[in-house]
């Protein structure tokens, strides 16, 4: 049913300053900056090998705006919505209507990119609160149109999302949602005993959906937490933005074997940032 991690999507206050901290972050420009005339907001996408990155900020009325509006004044800056992909949505519309969730009808979405006024589509389908849990997060096909994408990248630029953090407070229900509604691999369901915390590791798209559980008694089960994004040489990234006034950890050994590991500690608009390079 669920094939991607489609994209991720940061809401911003300002974009243009937004656009340009993650210009420097991610080594690399964005590959489209455009408007949801509809919803009432502009974005600025990055794209990489695995998913794309979504900058959102308000540009008008609508529905969208409102959104963003609420994520501003109730958490601030950071990490919005978390969007899956599906090759037929159809389909998986009837899935989860047979399942008994009460979802939206399937509704179309557009884009506009402002620099060539080029158009994508798609088609979604926005999900009761049984299915996110507290997350902003929605199915969507693309149809029409596609982001342009890069034919290499430098050693020290950001290449693709390694995995995304996800704090729960129910982890068996995570698993009832994750795996088996929405058929995503649970790949690892293990206690880390440095930690004493139970921790799970969705794999699709070759990235990971990493989720930690944390007992509370939070309306929310869930809550999007951080990203970790990977580099081909973590040292010409840690120097490269060390040059561009970012602000970085020393790059030390990661907790996975066979990585190196550092964390930007700046101008990542509120969002937990982490870089890895694998050795092997």
Do not use: C
């Not at 199915?139 to 999302?161: F, R």
């Not at 840690?238 to 950890?249: K, S």
């Amino acid at each position: 049913m669920i094939e991607t991690l489609d994209h991720l999507i940061i809401a911003v206050q300002n974009l243009d300053e937004a656009e340009e901290n993650y210009k420097k972050i991610f080594g690399i420009p964005p590959v489209w900056k455009g408007t949801h005339k509809e919803l009432g907001t502009a974005n600025v996408i990055f794209n990489f090998k695995n998913t794309y990155f979504e900058l959102l900020s308000v540009n008008g009325d609508g529905l969208g705006a409102d959104l963003v509006n609420n994520q501003l004044k109730e958490n601030g800056e950071g990490m919005l919505g978390l969007v899956l992909g599906t090759e037929d949505i159809n389909s998986t519309a009837a899935i989860l209507k047979d399942k008994g969730f009460p979802i939206s009808e399937v509704s179309n979405g557009e884009g506009k990119n402002s620099q060539n006024d080029e158009i994508r589509k798609w088609k979604n389908i926005f999900l009761p609160s049984e299915l996110t849990r507290g997350i902003f997060s929605f199915i969507i096909q693309h149809t029409e149109g596609s982001l342009p994408t890069a034919s290499n990248y430098d050693k020290s630029s950001v290449n693709k999302l390694d995995h995304v953090v996800l704090n729960t407070n129910d982890a068996d229900g995570f698993i009832n949602i994750y795996r088996d509604i929405f058929n995503i691999r649970l790949a690892l369901d293990r206690v880390i005993e440095h930690w004493k915390t139970r921790m799970l590791f969705f794999r699709l798209n070759k990235t990971t959906i990493e989720v930690i559980e944390q007992k509370n008694d939070d309306a929310n089960p869930d809550n999007l937490w951080g990203l970790a994004w990977e580099v081909e040489s973590i040292k010409e990234a840690h120097e490269r933005l060390t040059n561009d006034g970012i602000e970085i950890t020393e790059v030390k050994k990661g907790i996975k074997e066979n990585t190196l590991v550092a964390t930007i500690k700046s101008h990542t608009n509120n969002v937990p940032t982490l870089l890895i390079e694998h050795l092997s």
